[in-house]
């Protein structure tokens, strides 16, 4: 329905009433009045000029409901002199900020500017806009806290680079409401996928091969790794070597007992489960397993033990490592299978493999992506 902008049509009486008669209710009515005919595209040149002088009066006025009504009115004109604006971001946050928000007559220099200055609910202001510009949004990320980063994440018209993404995971790899945030996000870049998936929790992983269109190998790649933590997440919960060894003969005879989820099993610490995988494999009692293991004059026995479990021999060194670091550690806890043994694993494969030569690049990668 066509609004009649007969009613908002601005003349001297106005600017007389202001004088005459500057309460609240009267300024108000004054501000949205002219307010809404100045944005309208009915405005002439010398109604646009009158207007103007009009917002100088208001925007200097001491009561701040009647700037609000103005910015409020304000919000969707364009070509705002420059001097009104710089008026209204100069305001208190309540006046201003709902202008910095909405406004169509602010440009990406006047928003970048905004940002430099560490008001984070300016900041969060910048970061809500709609269709947000990918300057911007890379200025957000760049320079803003994570506060900011996460109205960002949320803004699903914010224009938003690989590059932008790229820098939010790299400044905040742990936090999870920000992972969220990018997974969560329509249309998401493969190439920011392949950057935050060492990152995330098999949760958002599972959402990502769910809402998303990933390419068919990487997606099956995704789904056994979520799989496979699943697995020794549940194998966590037996303490029992009989238990143990029914939940990997159940896997061996769904076809589920994968030689990554073997590797896996090792380098997080799980040395029960990779025993008993070992065993099952290999057709070599338990009791052999763990004679053979620890021994350290026995790396050919383990090489032949690892062959027999037929892993191929690119594994052979990461889970070496593993198991070097596991009999350094395993006395250190008070609990073998409790969390801060776990952790203290993952932490010492991760201290030790960078410096040790055995290690090439690759192997490093290959061990870093199974205990990610």
Do not use: W
């Not at 309460?23 to 309208?40: E, M, P, Q």
């Not at 001491?62 to 209204?88: F, G, H, Y």
């Not at 995330?200 to 790649?221: C, G, R």
């Amino acid at each position: 329905m066509r609004t009649d902008m007969n009613e908002y049509m601005i003349n001297r009486q106005d600017i007389e009433n202001l004088r005459k008669k500057p309460d609240i209710a009267n300024k108000s009515n004054v501000a949205l009045k002219v307010g809404t005919y100045y944005a309208s595209s009915q405005i002439t040149s010398e109604q646009r000029i009158l207007a103007e002088t009009i917002f100088r009066l208001l925007i200097k006025d001491t009561e701040i409901k009647v700037r609000q009504v103005l910015v409020n009115t304000l919000k969707n004109a364009k070509n705002l002199p420059s001097d009104i604006i710089n008026a209204i971001l100069k305001d208190i946050d309540t006046v201003a900020i709902p202008f910095i928000q909405y406004s169509v007559a602010l440009t990406d220099d006047d928003l970048l500017n905004i940002l430099e200055v560490t008001n984070i609910s300016r900041q969060i202001a910048v970061a809500k806009r709609p269709n947000l510009s990918s300057a911007v949004a890379d200025a957000i990320a760049e320079k803003c806290s994570s506060a900011v980063i996460e109205h960002l994440l949320t803004n699903n018209t914010a224009n938003i680079t690989s590059p932008s993404f790229e820098k939010i995971i790299n400044k905040y790899p742990s936090n999870e409401i920000l992972q969220k945030g990018i997974i969560y996000r329509n249309n998401l870049p493969f190439d920011v996928i392949e950057k935050i998936i060492s990152h995330i929790s098999y949760k958002l992983k599972t959402y990502l091969v769910l809402n998303h269109d990933l390419p068919q190998d990487f997606a099956i790649d995704l789904i056994n790794e979520i799989k496979e933590k699943l697995t020794l997440k549940i194998s966590e919960d037996y303490s029992q070597d009989e238990q143990i060894h029914d939940f990997v003969k159940h896997l061996h005879r769904a076809g589920r007992l994968t030689h990554s989820l073997v590797v896996r099993s090792i380098c997080s610490g799980d040395l029960m489960f990779f025993e008993h995988a070992l065993s099952c494999l290999s057709d070599i009692p338990v009791s052999n397993i763990r004679k053979t293991l620890f021994n350290s004059s026995a790396d050919f026995e383990i090489r032949n033990l690892l062959r027999k479990a037929l892993l191929p021999k690119s594994v052979f060194t990461t889970i070496f490592s593993a198991l070097k670091v596991i009999s350094n550690i395993r006395f250190d806890c008070d609990q073998f299978s409790s969390k801060p043994y776990y952790k203290k694993i993952i932490e010492r494969i991760l201290s030790y493999a960078p410096n040790t030569e055995e290690l090439s690049n690759d192997d490093l990668n290959y061990l870093l992506s199974k205990i990610s």
